[in-house]
């Protein structure tokens, strides 16, 4: 519980003073520019296109707070240090690692989970390809993988199938499926898998 | 993770005290506060500043935000098309989330991936000074042979910074006493007494952009990262080639080193070995073994003096070809 003592720590205008856990308190004249705020913070995410409004502690990640507060299962805890890529989730467009993220920095942020990819009961393309190729076996990374293939339809990457491996390098898996997972992202792109040069020359 | 407060800046003109962070991408933060590394009473998220720009500069070179994500700047068109060596350098480092995430101002001031900086059941010197450095005489594959002590020999994890370095950036930032510009040559400290102090902004200073030179006319570069994976690593060793040739002489080269050093590593003495030379290997080598001359190994990094010889030969021979 020490750490949680520091959770008590608010903003004062009194000088610096230690507080009873030995954690010193800043006075916010220190900061003129940055605005104050105590714990749990009020936050509204934008996740799948629903407005959702929380209270949450500062610390809360991203990922956290869509798998324990808004029950968005789909975006999967692996390592929770960025290593793994299973918590992938598209912030306004762009993959990201939600487990490397704290909810109360995104806003303003339109939010994409697995969750919110599929459209009028169609699933995406890069769903679709997952089946087709049978690109997972346990599926604990298949969220991810998904989310990171689909991002990177519109990435600058070249067309080879070492080109998506690069690509999809920040998502591991366990069971190794890779070479399904290749194939899959590249029938999303609407190349043939197995493609091992450069067809721009 | 310890709670914090979380404020958003709204101007650089932020004042830190020491135990508040200023919070960018996240990716080095977040990670060690997590492993209770880092323990900030008070996050400054400064996301909102206006400083997400790549821009020319009057002189011909480029302006780089300190919020531009290294995905950005490594798709960037005229750093693909003139800084060929740092869109290489960052697209070489983490993986795509993280590049889409990481920033320029937070890759440079990105903390060493040394195992015992990281785990805060063993003593560290840099993260709680005179506790020991167990990398010494411990797991020290990953660690530098060049620029350490007695104190510490964790390496500069950075890719982005190496390909600055050999570009001859210049950081600027602002703090309680105003701006100033800092040649990233003279950024970066070596360990010595004081591996805790990494680099020389003061605490209350904030990297605003760093600033690319124009390139010479006729000007090639390349990094070559090598490494335990193909992909999504940090590197054993690599090298930051920036050269122009005349003829067949070396004109003007400049070589920068990463995860052989304590901060990225320029070499003069490599590049005084090349400079008004013809470009060829018997010169690389000589220059090679220039560069890691004072390399002092240790039990299981003594590899890197060979690997670093060989990377800076290899750039060199691709770049000049």
């Not at chain 2, 080193?257 to 010169?283: C, I, M, Q, Y």
Request: some cysteine; glycine content about 8%; hydrophobic content about 40%.
């Amino acid at each position: 519980m020490a750490q949680l003592g520091a959770a008590g720590v608010i903003a004062t205008a009194a000088p610096l003073t230690h507080g009873a856990d030995g954690f010193v308190e800043a006075p916010t004249a220190d900061a003129p520019a940055a605005e104050a705020v105590v714990d749990p913070v009020p936050v509204t995410l934008r996740v799948n296109g629903v407005e959702h409004h929380l209270m949450l502690e500062p610390r809360v990640t991203l990922l956290d707070a869509l798998r324990e507060r808004l029950n968005l299962f789909g975006t999967k805890k692996g390592c929770d240090h960025g290593q793994c890529g299973a918590c992938t989730v598209h912030v306004n467009g762009r993959r990201v690692n939600s487990c490397l993220s704290f909810a109360v920095m995104h806003q303003m942020d339109e939010i994409t989970t697995i969750e919110g990819l599929a459209k009028d009961g169609e699933l995406h393309p890069v769903q679709q390809a997952f089946l087709d190729h049978d690109g997972f076996q346990c599926g604990y990374c298949t969220s991810g993988q998904i989310m990171s293939g689909a991002a990177l339809l519109k990435e600058p990457i070249g067309p080879t199938d070492h080109d998506v491996r690069a690509a999809m390098s920040g998502n591991i898996c366990r069971c190794g499926a890779y070479s399904n997972i290749v194939a899959a992202v590249q029938q999303a792109r609407d190349w043939p898998s197995g493609r091992t040069r450069s067809a721009q020359s | 993770m310890q709670a914090f407060r979380y404020t958003q800046a709204k101007t650089v003109d932020v004042a830190l005290d020491p135990g508040q962070r200023f919070l960018a991408g996240g990716t080095t933060l977040v990670d060690l506060m997590k492993l209770n590394v880092e323990t900030p009473h008070s996050v400054v998220d400064i996301n909102l500043l206006p400083l997400d720009r790549v821009e020319p500069t009057p002189d011909g070179g480029l302006k780089v935000g300190a919020l531009v994500r290294n995905s950005d700047l490594a798709n960037h068109a005229d750093v693909k098309a003139r800084y060929t060596v740092l869109s290489e350098a960052l697209l070489s480092g983490a993986s795509p989330q993280l590049r889409n995430m990481a920033t320029t101002g937070g890759n440079l001031l990105q903390r060493t991936r040394c195992y015992y900086y990281r785990d805060i059941n063993y003593a560290c010197n840099k993260r709680e000074p005179g506790s020991g450095c167990p990398a010494q005489d411990g797991f020290n594959r990953i660690h530098a042979v060049l620029g350490g002590s007695d104190q510490c020999v964790a390496t500069h994890p950075s890719d982005m910074a190496v390909a600055m370095m050999a570009l001859e950036a210049v950081v600027h930032a602002k703090g309680a006493k105003g701006e100033r510009q800092i040649a990233l040559e003279n950024f970066y400290l070596t360990p010595g007494t004081t591996p805790d102090k990494e680099n020389v902004l003061e605490p209350d200073e904030l990297i605003t952009y760093v600033t690319l030179p124009r390139p010479a006319a006729g000007t090639r570069s390349h990094y070559l990262k090598l490494r335990d994976r193909a992909q999504y690593e940090f590197a054993l060793a690599s090298a930051a080639v920036v050269v122009q040739v005349e003829g067949s002489r070396i004109r003007r080269v400049r070589i920068a080193l990463g995860g052989v050093g304590t901060k990225p590593w320029r070499s003069k003495e490599a590049e005084a070995v090349l400079e008004g030379k013809p470009a060829h290997t018997k010169n690389f080598e000589a220059a090679a073994a220039a560069a890691m001359r004072g390399a002092k190994p240790l039990k299981y990094n003594g590899f890197k003096i060979e690997l670093a010889k060989q990377a800076i030969v290899r750039t060199l021979s691709m770049v000049t070809a």
